[in-house]
């Protein structure tokens, strides 16, 4: 399928090990490639643009909201009619891309969340319990039902990536965008997906540590919002 | 009567003097604006007298409920203060971490990498 005007947004932090990979496999559906390196110490920076994309450089880690944002302003800057969203850890294998972009092409939504739980799969049970936690930590204090509010695999239309307006800084970005869905009365379509964890994988996502911190920063930010 | 404090108050009036010398010497290098400057100082003061006349804690006792809970009333209203300060300085933190976002944010896009 090709699609004009997507762009495939990408933040890396410290991710020189897969983010070649993501790139090409991600090519073969756009040539609009933009990474965020999001202030990484290791050859991400290098890598990104060796494989052929459009690289932006934090100058200081922010985290993965603070580099989402960044990709999302560039990408609408660059014209593009939809956006991926996905992550450069190797989790998200980018041929998903048409069928999560297929409910914004034929108009029936302005954002397409790619849930892992929508199908049976195997996965980590730390993950199988912290998952359906953080969805019920969004609902409760959003509003927004998700199956999977934590996923980093997602499309959005010009609309709904101009209405984007998030904060965060880290990784309660997830739930602050389910957030924006709902204020601005965004149509939400969930496709299943499948994650590939590995060893690597697992260790850049959220682990009890960060996902502590993740719930704290939630509640200020409904507290000083 | 000052010549009877017990060294607990001597040193508590001690550090508040300290205290209060180091808030008027950053006054006036201007690293505090006004009204910090003046609450600090009404602070310490504050710690002063009830260090030196615990008795003023009695007033205290009048006004609130006429039994004798004063300074359980200080004790409650300075944590309740606590709290509001951490607060308060959880939310400005997070407010300078979203401008600091916003700097790199803004240099980052002005200056795009493509081979």
Known sequence: MAVKNLSVVIPAYNEGQNIGWVIQNAKKYTRNIIVIDDGSQDETFKIALKNGAKVYHHLFNRGLGGALSTGIKAALSDKAEIIVTLDADGQHDPKEIPKLIKPIVEGKADVVIGSRFLVRQSMPLFRKMGNPFFNLVTFLLFGVWSTDSQSGLRAFNRKAAENLETFAGGMEVSSEIIKEIKSHKLRLKEVPIKAIYTAYSLSKGQGLSTGLRTLMKLLILKLTK | ?115
């Open chain 2, 1 to 115: 009567m000052a010549l009877n404090m017990t060294i607990i108050q001597f040193s508590i009036v001690f550090l508040a003097i300290l205290m209060m010398v180091k808030t008027v010497l950053d006054f006036r290098k201007n690293k505090v604006t006004l009204p910090i400057f003046l609450f600090w100082m009404i602070l310490w003061l504050a710690i002063i007298i009830v260090a030196v006349l615990p008795q003023v804690t009695g007033l205290l006792d009048k006004l609130l409920s006429g039994e004798n809970r004063g300074l359980d009333a200080i004790v409650y209203f300075s944590i309740f203060f606590i709290f509001y300060i951490i607060f308060k300085i959880i939310a400005k933190l997070e407010r300078i971490e979203r401008e600091i976002t916003e700097i790199i944010r803004h240099l980052a896009l002005k200056n795009p990498k493509k081979k």
